[in-house]
């Protein structure tokens, strides 16, 4: 599945849930059931061999506060499962965390936003505008900074329009102009670390 694929699904995903009276915190709309199938849909057969030591996924326990990265996937399944906990916001994506290997999980940024892993280069990624490597870059900012859960963002009226846009989705072209600014960011990155070949 390519990437036209993904984007398509995200943008509708994003209006579906724009229609419900109260976004994603509707009663009845099942927010994570239709995240799922979505990543049924695009994901291949294979994805957690291609995923495998790879992709870390940021996951909390519920019942520990931990923090784990997981890397390795057992299956396709695993994966999706693991995938989802990364996306559990208590009460914005339901009330009954992700079941994963006998355990209930939640998103990894409740407790670590911004994992860096033990070896090599991790490049930190944010829609939020901070002290990352790929991140929007604000202009006339003061550099006043809050740390949550482990990632340095701008105390700023445009991060706090860009939760607003994470929490209740944008229309559609809007959401295209992010991607289109969150792509241009990755460029710069990747030209002022010389790793286009």
Request: include cysteine; aromatic fraction near 10%; hydrophobic fraction near 35%.
């Amino acid at each position: 599945m390519g990437e036209g694929e993904c984007n398509e699904f995200t943008y509708e995903f994003a209006e579906e849930t724009r229609r419900q009276s109260f976004g994603a915190v509707t009663p009845g709309y099942d927010f994570m059931a239709r995240l799922r199938s979505g990543m049924e849909r695009i994901l291949p057969s294979n994805a957690h061999e291609l995923a495998h030591s790879r992709l870390h996924v940021s996951i909390t326990n519920t019942k520990t506060r931990e923090n784990y990265l997981v890397s390795s996937f057992r299956s396709r399944e695993d994966l999706i499962k693991v995938l989802l906990a990364s996306s559990f916001v208590p009460i914005y994506a339901g009330l009954k965390p992700v079941e994963y290997r006998g355990q209930t999980w939640v998103d990894g940024g409740l407790t670590n936003s911004l994992p860096i892993l033990p070896v090599g280069r991790t490049v930190t990624i944010s829609p939020f505008s901070g002290r990352l490597d790929i991140s929007p870059q604000d202009k006339g900012q003061l550099d006043l900074y809050v740390n949550l859960a482990n990632q340095d963002v701008t105390l700023s009226v445009a991060n706090l329009v860009r939760l607003n846009q994470a929490l209740f989705p944008p229309c559609k072209r809007k959401m295209e102009s992010l991607y289109q600014l969150g792509f241009d960011d990755a460029i710069r990155f990747l030209l002022k670390e010389n790793w286009f070949e």
